[in-house]
């Protein structure tokens, strides 16, 4: 089985790219529809241009995010959120069982 990764830097670019085109294809959905179409009266007028803008913006942003959370510093931040005990709080005592379990972790 063959990895995408490189070895100088062990960046996995498959994923990122999977990740950015996925995150490009999800913004021109919501994007598209919302910013693409101007009503001017009781008519319309297709603004592609502002779309494009978005979805590269979108497509950047998440290429650096993706980028970045596979380095040291991202993969320290990424446990932090997922190890600070943010997960179900429980307020009172007699809630269930399974939210003081999970709460001990």
């Known amino acids: ?14 994923r990122t790219l999977i990740d ?6 999800l913004a021109l959905i919501v ?4 910013v693409g179409v101007v009503l001017d009266g009781y008519s319309f ?11 590269g913006g979108v497509m950047a942003g998440r290429l650096l995010i993706s ?3 596979q380095t040291d510093a991202g993969k320290r931040m990424a446990h932090g ?13 007699t809630t269930s069982r399974a939210c003081a379990t999970s709460s001990r972790r």
């Open 81 to 93: 959120f997922e190890s600070g005990g943010s997960g179900c709080m429980c307020w009172r005592r």
């Open 31 to 34: 994007f598209g529809p919302v």
């Open 1 to 14: 089985m063959s990895t995408a990764k490189t070895a100088s830097s062990g960046f996995d670019i498959k």
């Open 45 to 55: 007028n297709a603004e592609p241009s502002r779309v494009a803008w978005l979805v």
């Open 20 to 25: 950015t085109i996925v995150a490009g294809l």
């Open 67 to 69: 980028l970045f959370l």
